[in-house]
């Protein structure tokens, strides 16, 4: 690649800056001083773009860019995924009266199930998702809406929230924990899937709830408040968030997932980019034999209807998934490769063409006088 450069030097001479004549009551001049960085005179280096070096960066990045991402491309349509609408908006839908007569008022659960099919069997391990669309989890008041020193166990916090968390910051006179408005709109649906062998058996199908939040989250993040073992005690004096049926520290029987360390709970207060996300909810654990984790055939999904979404014309969903290497399944990275190397190689092509048709220049050429 040919470049043009330019080495400054000092020139010498009196700054411009200073006057040659004159004492103290000479005027200043306002020329800016005689120096490289002033005048502009530093080194400058600048590429000349020629034929000999566009062309081959063209070819190189499409032949290196194309295959990535037919590997990308490979590798998320090998991850199997399997994904079900349970929001209940059609009339045929099971959970059709769920959604019509439920909302955050309602005093007891509604329940539905939805059979469904397999058609090839699921490998190693299986992760459930649930889906939420057109929740807007990166709204900025709902965001900020938190108070992170409270969900970190800070007595002085616990008993005076935030006032970022209002409205949802006291309730009939008591600090809300945990406040806010991200914490006020949990999910709170339970899934649980039964799969049915030939011999028509209804067997429930293991979910491991532990280790569905990222480690720092769960460690660094998100503590109880000290001071006491008993959860019930630790938090006496404050209130549940309106929408919650029970209190914090009835999230779990376990004390390990209790309180604000609730995997439920980590997961659902790292909040979302876009309205239509998903977040993990169980992970169905790779048998120790040969026998596939989720076997095709027949299952039926019991849900407790708990969460309503139709006041903001959400959809909701389930959804079962591998993952590979580079993560859940996920086509536009491989897709995006593609093109980007296949514009680059189809650039290069038609530049080289350019370039041999129209480029008349000879080499043997002698320099004019």
């Known amino acids: 690649m040919m470049a043009s450069s330019y080495n400054a030097k000092e020139e010498d001479g009196h700054h411009s800056g200073s006057s040659s004549h004159g004492g103290p009551g000479a005027m200043k001049s306002k020329k800016p001083d005689n120096t490289a960085f002033k005048q502009q005179r530093l080194p ?122 209002e409205p949802y910051r006291t309730s009939e006179g008591l600090p809300i924990a945990p406040c806010g408005a991200i914490a006020n709109s949990l999910f709170n649906d339970t899934l649980t899937l039964y799969y049915y062998p030939q011999n028509g058996t209804k067997l429930p199908v293991p979910l491991t709830k532990k280790g569905i939040a990222w480690w720092t989250d769960k460690h660094v993040k998100f503590r109880n408040p000290g001071g006491s073992a008993n959860l019930s005690i630790a938090f006496q004096g404050t209130a549940k968030p309106v929408n919650w049926r029970n209190p914090v520290y009835q999230l779990d029987e376990d004390p390990e997932n209790n309180g604000f360390i609730n995997e439920d709970f980590i997961v659902w207060m790292r909040t979302a980019a876009l309205p239509t996300f998903r977040k993990l909810y169980r992970i169905i654990q790779k048998k120790p034999n040969t026998t596939p984790t989720l076997s095709s055939g027949k299952y039926v999904l019991e849900i407790t209807y708990n969460y309503p979404v139709l006041s903001f014309d959400g959809r909701k969903r389930m959804i079962l998934s591998t993952i590979s290497w580079m993560g859940g399944k996920n086509p536009f990275l491989g897709i995006a490769y593609i093109t980007v190397g296949s514009i680059c190689f189809f650039l290069g092509v038609v530049l080289l063409i350019i370039h041999h048709k129209y480029d008349t220049r000879s080499n043997s050429a002698e320099i004019p006088n």
């Open 44 to 165: 400058a280096w600048q590429p000349i773009l020629t034929a000999g070096t566009v062309l081959p960066a063209f070819f190189v990045i499409g032949l290196i860019f194309i295959p990535i991402g037919i590997g990308l491309f490979v590798t998320s349509n090998n991850i199997k995924e399997f994904e079900i609408d349970y929001t209940g908006v059609e009339v045929d839908s099971p959970c059709y009266n769920c959604a019509k007569n439920f909302s955050w008022n309602s005093t007891s659960s509604c329940l539905c199930s939805v059979n469904f099919t397999l058609d090839q069997p699921f490998e190693s391990n299986v992760y459930m998702y649930y889906g939420l669309s057109n929740f807007y989890q990166n709204h900025r008041r709902y965001v900020k809406s938190r108070d992170d020193s409270q969900l970190n166990g800070v007595e002085s916090n616990l008993r005076q929230p935030s006032k970022e968390c």
